[in-house]
Nanobody
Framework: QVQLVESGGGLVQAGGSLRLSCAASGHTANAYGMGWFRQGPGKEREFVAAISWSGVSAYYTDSVKGRFTISRDNAKNTYYLQMNNLKPDDTAVYYC?????????????????????WGQGTQVSVSS
Protein backbone atom coordinates (compact mmCIF):
# COMPACT_ATOMS: atom_id res chain seq x y z
CA GLN A 1 0.00 0.00 0.00
CA VAL A 2 1.06 3.55 -0.72
CA GLN A 3 -0.34 6.51 1.15
CA LEU A 4 -0.44 9.93 -0.50
CA VAL A 5 -0.99 13.24 1.24
CA GLU A 6 -1.45 16.46 -0.71
CA SER A 7 -0.73 19.91 0.66
CA GLY A 8 -0.31 23.45 -0.56
CA GLY A 9 -3.83 24.27 -1.65
CA GLY A 10 -5.61 27.46 -0.70
CA LEU A 11 -7.29 30.62 -1.89
CA VAL A 12 -5.46 32.85 -4.34
CA GLN A 13 -6.36 35.71 -6.63
CA ALA A 14 -6.32 35.28 -10.38
CA GLY A 15 -2.78 35.60 -11.68
CA GLY A 16 -1.32 34.23 -8.49
CA SER A 17 0.69 31.09 -7.86
CA LEU A 18 0.53 28.01 -5.67
CA ARG A 19 2.74 24.96 -5.33
CA LEU A 20 1.07 21.69 -4.48
CA SER A 21 3.03 18.90 -2.86
CA CYS A 22 2.23 15.22 -2.60
CA ALA A 23 4.11 13.11 -0.05
CA ALA A 24 4.17 9.36 -0.56
CA SER A 25 4.75 6.81 2.20
CA GLY A 26 4.41 3.09 2.69
CA HIS A 27 5.53 0.64 0.03
CA THR A 28 6.86 3.24 -2.37
CA ALA A 29 9.33 0.91 -4.13
CA ASN A 30 6.71 0.21 -6.80
CA ALA A 31 5.39 3.76 -7.02
CA TYR A 32 6.45 4.76 -10.50
CA GLY A 33 4.65 7.35 -12.59
CA MET A 34 2.62 9.99 -10.88
CA GLY A 35 -0.09 12.35 -11.92
CA TRP A 36 -2.24 15.25 -10.83
CA PHE A 37 -5.98 15.31 -11.48
CA ARG A 38 -8.65 17.80 -10.49
CA GLN A 39 -12.39 17.98 -10.01
CA GLY A 40 -14.07 21.34 -10.30
CA PRO A 41 -17.53 22.23 -8.94
CA GLY A 42 -20.15 20.24 -10.82
CA LYS A 43 -17.55 18.66 -13.08
CA GLU A 44 -16.04 15.24 -13.50
CA ARG A 45 -12.50 14.60 -12.41
CA GLU A 46 -10.02 15.41 -15.18
CA PHE A 47 -6.36 14.88 -15.96
CA VAL A 48 -4.03 17.81 -15.29
CA ALA A 49 -0.43 16.63 -15.55
CA ALA A 50 1.69 13.50 -15.28
CA ILE A 51 5.36 12.60 -15.05
CA SER A 52 7.23 9.34 -15.42
CA TRP A 53 9.41 7.96 -12.62
CA SER A 54 12.51 8.85 -14.64
CA GLY A 55 11.26 12.37 -15.22
CA VAL A 56 11.98 12.22 -18.94
CA SER A 57 8.31 12.07 -19.90
CA ALA A 58 5.68 14.58 -18.85
CA TYR A 59 2.22 15.48 -20.16
CA TYR A 60 -0.11 18.39 -19.49
CA THR A 61 -3.69 19.04 -20.38
CA ASP A 62 -3.91 21.87 -22.91
CA SER A 63 -5.51 24.35 -20.53
CA VAL A 64 -2.52 24.37 -18.17
CA LYS A 65 0.37 24.17 -20.63
CA GLY A 66 2.82 26.99 -20.06
CA ARG A 67 1.36 27.74 -16.61
CA PHE A 68 1.79 24.52 -14.60
CA THR A 69 4.95 22.49 -14.07
CA ILE A 70 5.04 18.98 -12.67
CA SER A 71 8.16 17.66 -10.95
CA ARG A 72 9.28 15.02 -8.51
CA ASP A 73 11.99 14.29 -5.98
CA ASN A 74 12.35 10.52 -5.87
CA ALA A 75 14.77 10.66 -2.94
CA LYS A 76 12.08 12.34 -0.86
CA ASN A 77 9.13 10.46 -2.39
CA THR A 78 7.52 13.81 -2.96
CA TYR A 79 5.85 15.18 -6.05
CA TYR A 80 5.02 18.76 -6.94
CA LEU A 81 2.75 20.82 -9.12
CA GLN A 82 3.83 24.43 -9.56
CA MET A 83 0.84 26.47 -10.69
CA ASN A 84 1.41 29.97 -12.05
CA ASN A 85 -0.94 32.54 -13.54
CA LEU A 86 -3.90 30.82 -11.95
CA LYS A 87 -7.35 31.41 -13.37
CA PRO A 88 -10.81 31.04 -11.81
CA ASP A 89 -11.36 27.98 -14.03
CA ASP A 90 -8.51 26.28 -12.15
CA THR A 91 -10.68 26.17 -9.03
CA ALA A 92 -11.00 22.52 -8.06
CA VAL A 93 -9.98 19.81 -5.67
CA TYR A 94 -6.59 18.58 -6.81
CA TYR A 95 -5.63 14.94 -6.38
CA CYS A 96 -2.26 13.27 -6.75
CA UNK A 97 -1.98 9.65 -7.81
CA UNK A 98 0.75 7.10 -8.37
CA UNK A 99 0.96 4.22 -10.80
CA UNK A 100 2.55 0.83 -10.20
CA UNK A 101 2.68 0.04 -13.92
CA UNK A 102 6.26 -0.61 -14.96
CA UNK A 103 5.87 1.30 -18.23
CA UNK A 104 5.43 4.50 -16.22
CA UNK A 105 9.07 4.33 -15.26
CA UNK A 106 9.76 5.87 -18.66
CA UNK A 107 6.39 7.06 -19.95
CA UNK A 108 3.93 9.23 -18.05
CA UNK A 109 0.35 8.00 -17.77
CA UNK A 110 -2.71 10.13 -18.50
CA UNK A 111 -5.60 7.77 -17.80
CA UNK A 112 -7.16 7.42 -14.36
CA UNK A 113 -7.27 3.64 -14.65
CA UNK A 114 -3.47 3.56 -14.88
CA UNK A 115 -3.20 4.81 -11.31
CA UNK A 116 -3.42 2.54 -8.29
CA UNK A 117 -3.21 4.94 -5.36
CA TRP A 118 -4.84 8.30 -4.78
CA GLY A 119 -4.58 11.07 -2.23
CA GLN A 120 -7.52 12.69 -0.47
CA GLY A 121 -7.25 15.92 -2.40
CA THR A 122 -6.46 19.56 -1.63
CA GLN A 123 -8.73 22.48 -2.47
CA VAL A 124 -7.52 25.22 -4.78
CA SER A 125 -9.76 28.26 -5.10
CA VAL A 126 -8.97 31.11 -7.49
CA SER A 127 -10.90 34.35 -7.14
CA SER A 128 -11.41 36.76 -10.01
Amino acid sequence: QVQLVESGGGLVQAGGSLRLSCAASGHTANAYGMGWFRQGPGKEREFVAAISWSGVSAYYTDSVKGRFTISRDNAKNTYYLQMNNLKPDDTAVYYCAVSTLSQTILVAARAENEYAYWGQGTQVSVSS
